[in-house]
């Protein structure tokens, strides 16, 4: 209790010192704005604002969705083939040393301007940790486990039901939660290369034609999107634990 009233405070000091130089500082106005101008910005323009919202939180979530189902449909592969694993598995290291944000202006090219090529980005960012944090969570199951199963002679998919996904639980939330930020980083860096609407194309018009509170406003929501998201797998996580 006593360590959320510092961050109350901490927070307090944060916005009147952003209030008080962002008004009578220009450089300050000119890079951050104020609170009180960013608050009448949101008021003129909220509903444009909320649909670019809308846009990117889209983009991020079937993103993430469809990251989470091909990494599901991958490690079953896997399981089924376990010699796939080893193939597999350094070209998914492999690919992570190309930087994935200088793909985005590909996926324009490959998808065109519209919602697909932010989708594409934003589950192509997300499917790494997904999909790594399940493998390490499949590879720390007790070999025991893995004996015991196979004397009964336990069929793949069973194991895979009872044993694979149960026990890698935590890894797979683990990754889900890093992935939901990172769905909206790659929504909104596809969407700094080429979008029609979009929270990412916000940031990138403030940066051109110098509007800070463009630019705060849709930074403030961007955070809002990332943090609901992450919230929705901690629900869910919650809501799936209280059933194994």
Known sequence: MRLRSYYIILFVIIIIAWQYFGSTNNLVKLLVSNPTDIISYFKDNWQDLLQATGVTFMEAILGLIIATSFSFIIMIICFYFPNFFDFIMPIMVT???????VLAPFFILLFGIGYTSKIAMAALISFFPVFVNFATGVKSIPQAINEFSYI???????????????LSYVNIFTGLRVAATLSVIGAIVAEFTGAKIGLGKNLFISSIRIEPELMMSSLFLSTIVGFFIFSLVIFFEKKLFYKL
């Not at 690919?95 to 944000?101: N, T």
């Not at 009964?152 to 149960?166: A, G």
Request: proline share 9%.
């Open 95 to 101: 690919s992570q040393i190309i930087p994935l944000i």
């Open 152 to 166: 009964n002679n336990t069929k793949t998919w069973t194991k895979i039901k009872n044993i694979y996904f149960p």
